[in-house]
């Protein structure tokens, strides 16, 4: 787990890093169905998600996934398979989901090619068909991609691997025309703006996660924007549990809001080993109203590049992110 200090000074002091190893895909270690938070109420749609994709379906995916990318383990397939299924699963919950992974992406772009089991997919599980858009890159979209790390962060258990898949996380703050909305505490508004309404009608389990996602966002910003501290926020004690990056979460929402003129360091000084170098397209000392902005487009990803997996991104074996079992949060499985 992570060691975060809470003395009398404001930060933690920077930690040494003297190795930073990659993690290995390891299937065997994924937590069992979509590894959701405790207490959020989506267990039934995860079983729903995997009884639309039927076994023969995926084999053929991975087949022809394993053809373009020879290099490909299965184990690697499998985890970043895991994290498409994830990003399905938030496709019901937000109004808009980006897609911040190119090889995640490039296995979604292979099931696009079985055009009548993918139709059906998205038919048996969000009641039509997931478009697809050009991808774009997370720099384009820095307040939306860091709303998606929020999201996810509160979702899911991070694995071994996920923020390698993902290119890190927290790179970004939030735009100050969201923080402002939370800050306003209209819970109406803000579900929706950002959450996916049709789907809360469809799906009584997505409604009430809205619900939660919608109160915890404005509690934190809240007291982000209460205290002239991070540990004033009193964070360490109600957000470090099993899985502390739900507690980085909230030092994204507070640097956001709090010290968003100065965001990269604020955040640095809390994240965890192996965790800073994760992403390729981290923004630096950047300003929520400087690079924060609003941005809108649906399911677009990263161009990221890099890999040994014979793929072109930087979540394949060779990247050039790093993120151990300890600085992840529980382990990597199918």
């Known amino acids: 787990m992570f060691r975060f200090l809470f003395g009398k000074s404001s930060k933690p002091p920077k930690r040494n890093r003297p190795g930073k190893s990659k993690p290995s895909y390891r299937a065997a270690d994924l937590p069992q169905g979509l590894g959701l938070q ?32 020879p290099l490909m383990s299965d184990d690697e397939f499998s985890c970043k398979w895991f994290e498409l299924k994830r990003f399905f699963l938030m496709n019901l919950i937000l109004k808009r989901t980006p897609m911040f992974s190119h090889e995640i992406d490039a296995i979604w772009h292979e099931m696009l090619m079985f055009t009548r089991e993918y139709q059906r997919f998205g038919e048996q599980f969000a009641g039509g068909v997931i478009h697809h858009a050009p991808e774009r890159e997370p720099k384009e979209m820095p307040g939306e991609r860091a709303w998606f790390d929020w999201v996810y ?21 939030l735009d100050k025309e969201r923080t402002d909305l939370l800050r306003g505490g209209n819970e109406e508004e803000i579900a929706e703006l950002w959450f996916d309404m049709e789907q809360a009608k469809r799906y009584p389990e ?5 619900g939660l996602l919608v109160a915890q966002a404005i509690s934190e910003a809240e007291k982000a924007a209460n205290s002239r501290r991070f540990e004033d926020t009193g964070w360490q004690n109600s957000l470090s549990g099993p899985n502390s990056m739900v507690y980085l979460a909230g030092a994204m929402m ?24 994760t992403g390729k397209d981290r923004t630096s ?14 399911n677009s990803g990263d161009t990221s590049s890099g890999g040994d997996s014979g793929s072109s991104s930087n979540c394949s074996s060779g990247s050039g992110s790093s993120c151990s079992s300890s600085s992840c949060g529980s382990s990597c499985s199918s």
């Open 153 to 173: 962060a509160h979702l899911f258990e991070f694995t071994p691997t996920s923020a390698r898949c993902w290119n890190g996380f927290f790179r970004n703050p």
């Open 38 to 69: 405790a207490g959020i109420p989506l267990a039934r749609l995860v079983a729903k998600l995997d009884s639309a994709l039927p076994p023969d379906y995926v084999e053929r995916l991975q087949y022809r996934v394993k053809i373009e990318h």
């Open 285 to 298: 000392n950047c300003s929520a109203s400087g690079c924060g902005g609003n941005s809108s487009g649906d």
């Open 254 to 277: 507070f640097f956001s809001i709090s010290e968003a003129h100065d965001y990269t360091s604020g955040m640095d000084s809390y994240m965890p080993e192996n965790q800073e170098d």
């Open 206 to 210: 997505v409604a009430e996660t809205i």
